[in-house]
């Protein structure tokens, strides 16, 4: 990995997450008061996940299921925003991934990055080969290379393609277009802009 690629943006990162705290801090704050309010249980809801080189960190995000709901540890079984889990405030929150907000307190902590595989549970990455261990090389992301072509639209298999994918090609400029991707995917849904990871290849070879 370049180093002064992986310090600018480490700088980016940190300097990134402190200015959306203090700009979203009031907005949070509401969106913590609604949860509460509205369903029992915690505002937050924090997680044992899988960072970079296997490190395992406390990942904190909006509650938006009922409080005793049973979490399965697999990744690949997807909660969808119609089970019945999933509360009317977590509903929201999860259409425009505002429930991930609060990951901005993991990417200052240096646990996480803006741009990066998504963090799986350890009991996934226990049973890691290793192919899909290479998507540890790098700090986990708020979004990342699988969530801007499909997200849960994609099979695990296909998000793991594109994890990977990113470890091993990831410099500014793609990450930068990973971001503005994100924006826009907010806009139009993440399972309508599906890029299957073997379709795309196939197509820049040609």
């Given at each position: 990995m370049n180093r002064t690629y992986e310090i600018t943006k480490?700088?980016?990162?940190?300097?990134?997450?402190?200015?959306?705290?203090?700009?979203?801090s009031p907005f949070m704050l509401i969106?913590?008061?609604l949860v509460r309010c509205t369903s029992k249980g915690r505002g937050f809801y924090i997680q044992d996940r899988v960072g970079k080189d296997g490190a395992i960190f406390r990942m904190i995000k909006f509650r938006t299921m009922r409080?005793?709901?049973?979490?399965d540890p697999d990744p690949t079984i997807v909660?969808?925003?119609d089970h019945e889990a999933?509360?009317?405030v977590g509903r929201f929150l999860r259409k425009f991934k505002l429930d991930e907000a609060p990951q901005l307190f993991n990417v200052l902590a240096g646990q996480m990055s803006l741009v990066g595989p998504r963090p799986t549970v350890p009991e996934q990455a226990a049973e890691y080969g290793d192919f899909e261990r290479r998507r540890l090389g790098v700090?986990?992301?708020i979004t990342g290379m699988a969530q801007v072509n499909g997200g849960t639209g994609l099979t695990w298999p296909e998000r793991i393609e594109w994890d990977i994918y990113y470890v091993e090609h990831h410099c500014w400029m793609m990450d930068v277009k990973?971001?503005?991707r994100t924006v826009v995917s907010l806009a139009v849904g993440t399972e309508k802009n599906v890029h299957r990871f073997?379709?795309?290849r196939a197509e820049e070879k040609t």
């Open positions: 480490r700088v980016f990162d940190f300097a990134a997450a402190a200015v959306g705290l203090a700009v979203s969106f913590y008061l409080a005793d709901h049973k979490h909660i969808t925003d999933v509360t009317p700090r986990p992301g990973i971001l503005f073997r379709d795309v």
